[in-house]
């Protein structure tokens, strides 16, 4: 197993528990990849490097059947919150009917299109996690999919008529960082929405690299062994009938012969914007205009949908949006054990851009948090190449391990039914440039694994075989 970000640690323990022998190598000298947490302002302040809001993770198949971790999922009192110049932030409540309350006429809208899809459930969470295998959720999933195959733009504009119903789906769908007038952005804010009434969005308390460790310990319960502070550079090093690669297409092709075919096919996948991230130590709370944000775990900073559009339009046209759409998480307003208020923020940007958008996305805070910057102790910044010196996976300081277009839906990273089997015998692919793509929900992991067990069974890989890291298909 090479790598250990959810997707790979996740791959492990599947492979661990089925009673295969483990041997996990991680490159950095901490294991977890996104889900890694240190002290990047000030001593004794807790920083998540990547991921922070678990709501993937509560609502997905890979994490749900390990049963309990000894992980504590801490709620803020509200999901999240999406500001708006001179009127009151739309607040996103656990409850659907709160929050469809507090969209006035959007209301219902809401509830049929966002509540419909968390009533759902599991079932359809499962199937959009699972876009290869036969759906459990046939019907919902039909239904989720007459909406969510919209551009956001579109569905923003058809099914609701408030400016504040139109933000808060364009500042969840721009989570995708594709372009808001392209297909499917309906989708993924429609689901993430959906998981905040599912399963709300929490926090692991004391940072995301307590639940990386729980993974950890478990994989070792399993008699798995650990090597971290290793980058495996050639597949030759590695002597295992089955690899399971916690990497993407560009890291696959630099480290094994592949079949010229498949090689060229990797070479056609697509990384989308990079971020350029933030890390705030602060001496209290963000003074939020509206006091009603304070309470939000995640905040949607960057103003209307014409707005949000347009930004992610520039960055995914190439250029740097002067007033950029912003995605801010309060980890104190769930965790009051993080060695104080710390804050972490990003903004989409170019992929490669080594611009530092610090100015531009602190204007963004301040526009609704007059004196914020009058708060902060000290500041940590990441433009892409830090961002993919901490993590390779992070291509150009994409996030999300590929672009989440349509086309890479499915075609992810190649066109297949089996995507994550390589044409290298017992090599599969299991990070997010694998299906379902980006978040840390672990299922590109679970997918691969079932396939390598799947394979193993059935005798098309051989379990006594030494691994010939040579193009043989
Ligand atoms: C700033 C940021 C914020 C995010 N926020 C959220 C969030 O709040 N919620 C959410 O659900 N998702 C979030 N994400 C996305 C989420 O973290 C990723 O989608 C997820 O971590 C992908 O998991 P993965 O296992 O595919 O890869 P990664 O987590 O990227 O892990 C890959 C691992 O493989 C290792 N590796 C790579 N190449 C090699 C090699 N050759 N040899 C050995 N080891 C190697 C890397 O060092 C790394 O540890 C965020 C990501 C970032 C960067």
Same mark, same amino acid.
């Given at each position: 197993?090479?790598?250990?970000? /959810? ?231 590695l002597d295992a009938p089955v690899v ?42 963000? /003074? ?122 499915f075609r992810r990273p190649v066109w ?8 290298? /015998? ?9 299906? /379902? ?37």
């Amino acid at each position: 197993m090479v790598g250990s970000g /959810p997707n790979g640690l996740i791959g492990a323990v599947t492979l661990a528990s089925a009673g295969l022998r483990v041997l996990l190598v991680e490159a950095a000298g901490t294991f977890g990849g996104g889900l890694r947490s240190a002290e990047l302002t000030l001593p004794g302040r807790v920083h998540d490097l990547g991921a922070t809001v678990m709501a993937m993770a509560l609502a997905s198949p890979a994490f749900r059947r390990l049963g309990p971790l000894p992980v504590e999922f801490t709620h803020p009192p509200v999901p999240a919150a999406h500001p708006l110049d001179d009127r009151p932030a739309v607040l996103v409540h656990r409850d659907a009917e709160r929050t469809a309350q507090g969209l006035g006429r959007d209301g219902r809208a809401w509830l049929a299109s966002v509540g419909a899809t968390a009533r759902a459930g599991f079932p359809l969470v499962e199937t959009l996690l699972s876009p290869l295998s036969p759906p459990r959720a046939p019907l919902a999933a039909a239904r989720f999919g007459a909406l969510g195959a919209l551009p956001a733009t579109v569905l923003g504009r058809t099914l609701f008529r408030t400016v504040e119903g139109r933000a808060v789906l364009a500042g969840m769908a721009a989570h995708s960082v594709l372009d808001l007038r392209s297909p499917i952005t309906a989708g993924y804010g429609l689901l993430l929405a959906a998981t905040a009434h599912l399963v709300g969005w929490p926090l692991v308390r004391g940072g995301s690299q307590v639940l990386a460790d729980a993974l950890v310990e478990r994989l070792r319960a399993a008699g798995g062994a650990t090597v971290s502070g290793h980058r495996v550079r050639d597949l030759r090093e590695l002597d295992a009938p089955v690899v399971l690669l916690d990497v993407t297409p560009r890291q696959l092709r630099s480290m094994a012969d592949l079949p010229r075919g498949y090689r060229d096919r990797l070479g056609r996948y697509r990384y989308g914007p990079g971020v350029f991230k933030l890390d705030w130590a602060l001496d209290g709370p963000v /003074p939020w205009r509206d006091p009603a944000v304070a309470g939000a775990g995640t905040v949607h900073l960057g103003g209307t949908l014409e707005e949000i559009a347009l930004a992610e339009a520039e960055t995914v046209a190439g250029r740097h949006s002067p007033r950029p759409y912003v995605l801010l998480v309060q980890p104190y307003a769930a965790d009051a054990g993080r060695g104080g208020h710390t804050l972490w923020g990003y903004c989409h940007v170019p992929n490669g851009s080594e611009v530092d958008m610090t100015g531009a996305i602190e204007a963004q805070i301040e526009r609704y948090a007059p004196g914020f910057r009058d708060r902060v102790l000290a500041r940590h910044t990441m433009t892409t190449s830090a961002l993919e010196r901490f993590d390779p996976n992070l291509v150009g300081g994409d996030i999300g391990g590929g672009a989440a277009s349509l086309g890479q839906f499915f075609r992810r990273p190649v066109w297949s039914a089996t995507p994550w089997r390589t044409p290298l /015998p017992g090599v599969y692919l299991c990070s997010a440039a694998t299906p /379902p793509g980006g978040g840390a929900h672990g299922m590109g992991g679970l997918h691969a694994a079932r396939l390598a067990l799947s394979d193993l069974r059935s005798g098309r890989v051989r379990p006594n075989s030494r691994r010939q890291f040579s193009a043989t298909a």
